[in-house]
Antibody
Framework: QLVESGGGVVQPGKSLRLSCAAS????????MYWVRQAPGKGLEWVAV????????IYADSVKGRFTISRDNSKNTLYLQMNALGGEDTAVYYC??????????????WGQGTTVTVSS | DIQMTQSPSSLSASVGDRVTITCRAS??????LNWYQQKPGKAPKLLIY???RVQSGVPSRFSGRGSGTDFTLTISSLQPEDFATYYC??????????FGGGTKVQIK
């Protein structure tokens, strides 16, 4: 199970940190994603982090502003979001990546947390 | 990144209809293609992985085909609970696992 928290209403230019608490599986074994969905729009991957935290990749739209991290001792994934703009308004999901049938899939998703950037 | 393009972006259909959604990759991805279903206010749910393998618990009316650059998701007989948005996702060149733009299936 994955449970996100930390969303809310924030002013443009401010910061917010999202958390994703994992349970029911060995968190430290898996790469993890943040995926977002703006109102009325499709799914957009935001960032991914390797199982050990050593490798991180960001979408161009958030590079330099967002930081993904994890604390395997706390079974928690984070997304630090800085310099927020209206384009960052979205529901943010965390998701687990696993191999299945020779391909990688996102098999477990959180319920999502809503971030609204507004003055 | 590999770009994924879905068509149509939306469609209207009736219960019992056969529905086919197309996904095209910007380069060959073999069968590294997954399909997800998302209902309003809910997280996406995996339907099909590796282009044609049905996820456990998914009804048999859902099927996937394709390889290379062209893929389809077919619902053989649309049910009321199938009205949702469907996304394809490539897993050939990862990370990232990027998505197509989605196809919204609406009631006619």
């Amino acid at each position: 199970q994955l449970v996100e928290s930390g969303g809310g209403v924030v002013q443009p230019g401010k910061s917010l940190r999202l958390s994703c608490a994992a349970s029911g599986f060995t968190f430290s074994d898996y790469s993890m994603y943040w995926v977002r969905q703006a109102p009325g729009k499709g799914l957009e991957w935001v960032a991914v982090i390797s199982y050990d935290g050593d490798n991180k990749i960001y979408a161009d739209s958030v590079k330099g502003r967002f930081t993904i991290s994890r604390d395997n001792s706390k079974n928690t994934l984070y997304l630090q979001m800085n310099a927020l703009g209206g384009e960052d308004t979205a529901v943010y999901y965390c998701a687990r990546e696993i191999p299945r049938g020779g391909v990688d899939i996102l098999d477990v998703w959180g319920q999502g947390t809503t971030v609204t950037v507004s003055s | 990144d590999i770009q994924m393009t879905q068509s149509p972006s939306s469609l209207s259909a009736s219960v019992g209809d056969r529905v086919t959604i197309t996904c095209r990759a910007s380069q060959s991805i073999s069968t590294y293609l997954n399909w997800y279903q998302q209902k309003p206010g809910k997280a996406p749910k995996l339907l099909i992985y590796a282009a044609s393998r049905v996820q456990s618990g998914v009804p048999s009316r859902f099927s996937g085909r394709g390889s290379g650059t062209d893929f389809t998701l077919t619902i053989s007989s649309l049910q009321p609970e199938d009205f949702a948005t469907y996304y394809c996702q490539q897993s050939y060149s990862t990370p990232p696992l990027n998505f197509g733009g989605g196809t919204k299936v609406q009631i006619k």
